[in-house]
């Protein structure tokens, strides 16, 4: 493709098919060019936006080299991927990123043939790799397999159960360990350090030891003429490194802002034919966008924001967030116990707990990207007589659901889980939804199971967990602001498994359980104002159920509505399990239970989601005269 003069480079390439026509020194350009087009877009949209801009100059590297979509490109977690989207024929479509109906923040199958793997989640590309690179050898093509893993999601297990068995296997699979000496927060762990020195540390004698070595894997390279970039790509080989230890073939590490550097690199690893190899690569986080580079997140993820500055669209701000509450909440009680000690994986920032851990450096823990290991590293602290509070978001608990099961409940160990981002959570979509925390932890034996209706009652729960020494408890609490309540001075101790009435009526019972608490009363004043006179409970506990409220609401009144921001098989199972069982379904009650759908809901604006699923004050009245038989509240007016 011939460069049009003033036409920006951006505007030739759609495709990878587009990229691969320009010349390789025509790609610094086009490097320069999507990186200000990812500034732009993210400017509008929000998003992660650190991680993309270091990726930049690798992402325009990889589509060049190898030949995507055939050659199989496997981004781990996808925040890193809007400059790939750009390169991907979805440039069309990228300031509709995160929004509803638009696309996605991460990789997504069934958004486009470029994305073979969706993600959201860490650390699962070297597993799916692995699995595109077997399936590739049994059905004897030949195409390449690349996975792109950060240093941040070197720490979890997937990761190293993936490098054990691929670096038993012959299969060809091209690891990128992206190393940008960033998590969300700095990275922890011995894995940090040992990267951190390994790139201090390269020196050309460890090249020479392995120069035999490589010899038989690399022949291109080490036997015919080289050119000078070449020759950089060549002095890049090195061995002795753990990941060789696994079986893996090292290369690096690289500069992976240095095009010159990455293709002749990249071109040779694509030559080779066999075995897992891996490309240490070493970047930038936020690199080329100053307030972005300067900023000690690296404007990993950011509201909408003005370019110029880097100054970030503040949120209305009436009422503090849920996690805001619980850190200050925790903190508090920390102050009086000393045996209360915290636990995060890799979100400090995320689940507020930075805050304690400037206050209490010594009681705060923060394991790295490692929700499986969180979750027993607590159950050992607790089954020594701390009391740890190990906060995780809903969506992360789940790849600990073993440890919670086997290490926790089946113990009885007073493990405090705080559960942050329960229910939906608008942007990010299905893979961070917290939809399922109320089905998985309500079914295990010896689980106390609470929801915070409002940010006081957070206060509340945390003050109840900290009391609770007989067994594991959980609280769960959504993403976002509270609802402006009146805070309380100190958390008070919660009787367990004990609900509370609101306000009282006799045909309707709402039965709420967290935060669409709020919801239920705008309901209820709409339909007294309807001539339905109705009560407002809040469960306040998952397990153990308060029964005794759920027989006096089915007893006392014609309809009962159970609603929960959580997904089938949650709360509503447990109350109706407990209807049946005691024969209250027999009478003439009409019970019916508004949760989210039995599906997975894509990413978009969180109050429309609400709308859509019907988890909303005019979703509730609905399902109301739904009961009664009637469409709307004019039909049952006439009726
Ligand atoms: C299982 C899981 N836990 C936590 C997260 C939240 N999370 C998203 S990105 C990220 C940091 C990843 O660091 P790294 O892989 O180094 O990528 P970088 O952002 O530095 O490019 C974390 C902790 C997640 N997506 N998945
Ligand atoms: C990519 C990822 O998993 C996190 O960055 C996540 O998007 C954070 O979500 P919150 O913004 O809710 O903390
Ligand atoms: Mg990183």
């Keep these: 493709m011939t460069d049009k003069p003033n036409t920006p480079l951006l505007d030739q390439v759609s495709s990878p098919a587009d990229l691969r026509k320009l010349d390789p020194a025509q790609l610094r350009q086009l490097a320069d060019e999507l990186r200000?087009?990812?500034?732009?877009?993210?400017?509008?949209?929000g998003g992660h936006l650190g991680a993309g801009l270091g990726v930049v100059e690798l992402t325009v590297a990889l589509h060049y080299i190898f030949d995507t979509p055939q050659d199989r490109l496997i981004w781990d977690v996808g925040h890193q991927c809007y400059p790939h989207k750009i390169l991907t024929e979805r440039r069309d479509r990228i300031r509709t990123l995160r929004q509803g109906g638009g696309l996605s923040g991460f990789t997504k199958r069934k958004e486009?043939?470029?994305?073979?793997?969706?993600?959201?989640?860490?650390?699962?590309?070297?597993?799916?790799g692995l699995g595109f690179a077997v399936a590739r050898d049994l059905a004897g093509s030949e195409n390449n397999v690349i996975a792109v893993i950060g240093d941040g999601s070197m720490s979890a297990g997937m990761a190293y159960e993936a490098m054990n068995n691929a670096g038993a296997q012959e299969s060809r699979l091209i690891v990128i360990l992206n190393?940008?000496?960033?998590?969300?927060?700095?990275?922890?762990?011995?894995?940090?350090?040992?990267?951190?020195?390994?790139?201090?540390?390269?020196?050309?004698?460890?090249?020479r030891d392995m120069g035999k070595q490589l010899l038989r894997r690399m022949p291109k390279i080490f036997h015919e003429p080289v050119s000078r970039a070449e020759e950089y790509a060549r002095g890049m080989w090195t061995g002795g490194t753990l990941f060789e230890e696994l079986g893996f073939y090292y290369v690096g590490p690289i500069d992976g802002h240095n095009l010159d550097h990455l293709l002749p690199?990249?071109?040779?690893?694509?030559?080779?034919?066999?075995?897992?190899?891996?490309?240490?690569?070493?970047?930038?986080?936020?690199?080329?966008?100053?307030?972005?580079?300067?900023?000690?997140?690296?404007?990993?993820?950011?509201?909408?924001?003005?370019?110029?500055?880097?100054?970030?669209?503040?949120?209305?701000?009436?009422?503090?967030?849920?996690?805001?509450?619980?850190?200050?909440?925790?903190?508090?009680?920390?102050?009086?116990?000393?045996?209360?000690?915290?636990v995060t994986a890799a979100m400090p920032a995320g689940t507020g707990l930075d805050k304690f851990a400037e206050k209490f450096p010594k009681r705060f823990f923060d394991v790295g990207i490692a929700e499986q290991h969180a979750v027993t590293f607590s159950a050992g602290l607790a089954a020594e007589g701390l009391k740890p509070f190990c906060a995780i978001y809903s969506t992360f608990l789940q790849r600990a659901y073993d440890q919670v099961v086997h290490d926790v409940a089946i113990q009885g160990l007073p493990v405090r889980f705080a559960i942050d981002r329960a229910g939906i959570v608008g942007a990010d979509g299905a893979t961070h939804a917290g939809a399922f925390d109320l089905a998985y932890l309500s079914c295990l034996p010896n689980m106390v199971v609470m929801a915070a209706a409002d940010e006081a009652d957070l206060v509340h729960m945390v003050a109840t967990a900290a009391a609770y020494n007989d067994g594991p408890i959980a609280f769960r609490y959504p993403r976002g602001e509270g609802r402006g309540v009146e805070m309380p001075e100190k958390g008070e101790v919660l009787e367990i498994g004990r609900g509370r009435v609101l306000r009282k009526g006799s045909k309707v019972a709402l039965l709420?359980?967290?935060?669409?608490?709020?919801?239920?009363?705008?309901?209820?004043?709409?339909?007294?104002?309807?001539?339905?006179?109705?009560?407002?409970?809040?469960?306040?506990?998952?397990?153990?159920?308060?029964?005794?409220?759920?027989?006096?609401?089915?007893?006392?009144?014609?309809?009962?509505?159970?609603?929960?921001?959580?997904?089938?098989?949650?709360?509503?199972?447990?109350?109706?399990?407990?209807?049946?069982?005691?024969?209250?379904?027999?009478?003439?009650?009409?019970?019916?239970?508004?949760?989210?759908?039995?599906?997975?809901?894509?990413?978009?604006?969180?109050?429309?989601?609400?709308?859509?699923?019907?988890?909303?004050?005019?979703?509730?009245?609905?399902?109301?005269?739904?009961?009664?038989?009637?469409?709307?509240?004019?039909?049952?007016?006439?009726?």
């Design 36 to 45: 200000e087009e990812v500034i732009d877009t993210v400017s509008v949209t």
């Design 265 to 342: 690199v990249l071109k040779n690893v694509r030559d080779v034919k066999d075995g897992p190899i891996l490309v240490h690569v070493v970047t930038q986080k936020g690199k080329g966008y100053e307030p972005a580079e300067r900023s000690t997140d690296k404007y990993h993820g950011v509201a909408k924001f003005d370019v110029v500055t880097g100054a970030q669209v503040k949120s209305s701000g009436k009422a503090p967030s849920y996690t805001k509450v619980f850190a200050e909440a925790i903190a508090k009680e920390a102050e009086t116990d000393d045996k209360i000690v915290t």
């Design 112 to 128: 486009s043939g470029y994305d073979p793997f969706g993600a959201g989640h860490s650390s699962t590309s070297i597993s799916a």
């Design 179 to 207: 190393d940008n000496e960033m998590s969300i927060a700095p990275p922890v762990g011995a894995m940090s350090s040992y990267l951190a020195r390994l790139v201090s540390s390269r020196t050309f004698l460890q090249l």
């Design 512 to 639: 709420s359980i967290g935060a669409r608490l709020g919801q239920c009363l705008m309901a209820a004043d709409e339909l007294d104002a309807a001539g339905l006179s109705t009560t407002v409970a809040d469960a306040r506990f998952a397990k153990p159920l308060d029964r005794d409220l759920v027989s006096r609401l089915a007893g006392n009144h014609e309809v009962l509505i159970i609603v929960e921001e959580g997904s089938v098989g949650g709360f509503s199972a447990q109350v109706f399990d407990f209807l049946a069982d005691d024969g209250l379904l027999e009478n003439s009650l009409k019970v019916r239970s508004l949760h989210l759908p039995d599906a997975f809901l894509d990413h978009g604006n969180t109050e429309a989601i609400y709308g859509e699923v019907g988890l909303d004050a005019k979703g509730i009245v609905s399902k109301v005269f739904e009961a009664l038989g009637h469409q709307t509240v004019s039909d049952f007016r006439r009726a």
